[in-house]
């Protein structure tokens, strides 16, 4: 089964850069489907943020206007998110995900705050 | 960016009835492969959103088929029937066809 794990600070600085990384079991990465990173804010609804494929193809959702990276290591059967610049709007349980979103992290709150 | 609009924004029903909850995107959903990339799912309380339905009325493993989706281009529609008090929580839709991936407002269901 496929199981995915998201780790990274849970308290961010604004300013600063969130960096998480999400672990894969039960599926090597490397065999295909792109993977990724939603968030949910506290109470609200649900924004895709960017995806990679193993070949290392990504695509980003433009209202993060470059403040994004998607990166993976094969070899580790992971891949990471970083968001520079961060201010309390990035509040949110992110969540990694296989694409199509069909298997799930349980997602990790970060708060921006000092 | 495709906006997905559901309705309606909340929803009680009586175990055993059915249920319907709708979704309309602006634009089509057809991609250029002759696939419609729109997805539900049901976000538990506490809980990861969970995959019920791919590709419009594909039911993804595990899924009871109490859960079924229709729909074609702009229009789509997630029933439920019976609905069971293990129902209760957050529907979304979800379009792929486009970039960016882009979700409705979400559809609050529970039970009377």
Not at chain 1, 38 to 52: D, F, S, T, V, Y
Request: charged share 15%.
């Amino acid at each position: 089964q496929v199981q995915l794990q998201e780790s990274g600070p849970g308290l961010v600085e604004p300013s600063e850069t969130l960096s998480l990384t999400c672990d894969v079991s039960g599926y090597s990465i490397s065999s295909g489907y792109f993977w990724g990173w939603i968030r949910q804010p506290p109470g609200r609804g649900l924004e895709w943020i960017a995806r990679i494929y193993h070949s290392g193809i990504t695509n980003y959702n433009p209202s993060l206007k470059g403040r994004v990276s998607i990166s993976v290591d094969t070899s580790k059967n992971q891949f990471s998110l970083r968001l520079t610049s961060v201010t309390a709007a990035d509040t949110a349980i992110y969540y990694c995900v296989r694409l199509p979103p069909d298997y799930w992290g349980q997602g990790i709150l970060v708060t921006v705050s000092s | 960016d495709v906006v997905m609009t559901q309705t309606p924004l909340s929803l009680s029903v009586t175990p055993g009835q059915p249920a319907s909850i709708s979704c309309r995107s602006s634009q089509s959903l057809l991609s250029s492969d002759g696939k419609t990339y729109l997805y539900w799912y049901l976000q538990k309380p506490g809980q990861s959103p969970q995959l019920l339905i791919y590709e419009v009325s594909r039911r993804f493993s595990g899924v009871p088929d109490r859960f079924s989706g229709s729909g074609s281009g702009t229009d789509f529609t997630l029933k439920i029937s019976p609905v069971e008090a293990e129902d209760v929580g957050l529907y979304y839709c979800m379009q792929g066809t486009h970039l960016p991936l882009t979700f409705g407002g979400g559809t609050k269901v529970d039970i009377k």
